[in-house]
């Protein structure tokens, strides 16, 4: 009976002490979770589950890890926040799998993603050809985010936070001296202080940065 006492006892404190914790991690839907959250979200849960199965261990001991382990992913979120370097090291970029049409097979090895799973979510989003895509993003959460050719157009994104992409300056066939040119043409002498660029209707669309980090 006081065994039983103490799991109900244990089970209460760690219900609102886990939702405690998830709320300081930040609001986002489970499909959006990065593969790091999903380390540290199972990693909690498999220290809680010990907790509740012996009930003669020490309680403390189950709270000091999920503490730490709280602190570690609030610490990546806060960096992944100011740094996009550190953001796509952790959570991953975007992968481009089709192209007007066109399977990117390359890219389909790397991210060892066959063509069933891309077929599969192409018939659950109602696109019946693959001729119809002008774009198909694989998103680290593992979700495809398609963009049919008779439908607005995805823009890439040419400076995130102060950072060049270029990658994106080769998909829309351009150069970073070509984006340097444009923006010195604007008397904006530093793309580090740019949050958001992107090129639309051949003209750049830029927002700066409103405050310093």
Not at 63 to 92: A, C, H, N, T, W
Not at 178 to 184: D, S
């Amino acid at each position: 009976m006081h065994d039983i006492l103490i799991i109900i006892i244990r089970t209460f404190v760690l219900y609102w002490f886990i939702l405690l914790i998830l709320r300081l991690m930040g609001k986002r839907e489970v499909g959006e979770l990065s593969i790091f959250d999903l380390v540290v979200f199972l990693l909690i849960a498999e220290v809680a589950a010990f907790s509740l199965d012996d009930p003669h261990s020490k309680f403390f001991h189950a709270i000091v890890p999920m503490i730490l382990l709280s602190l570690i992913q609030i610490s990546v979120s806060y960096f992944s926040l100011k740094s996009k370097k550190f953001r796509d090291m952790m959570e991953g970029e975007p992968s481009i799998l089709m192209r007007d049409g066109i399977i990117v097979e390359k890219e389909m090895r790397k991210q060892r993603y066959n063509l069933d799973d891309l077929l599969q979510q192409l018939r659950e989003q109602q696109i019946g050809s693959i001729q119809s895509v002008s774009y198909a993003f694989l998103e680290p959460s593992g979700n495809l985010s398609v963009f049919k050719k008779d439908e607005e157009q995805y823009i890439f994104p040419l400076i995130i936070d102060g950072e060049i992409q270029q990658r994106h300056l080769e998909h829309i066939g351009k150069s970073e001296k070509w984006l340097i040119q444009e923006l010195e043409q604007k008397q904006i002498m530093s793309y580090k202080k740019i949050f958001y660029c992107s090129y639309e209707n051949e003209e750049l669309y830029i927002q700066l940065k409103t405050s310093s980090k």
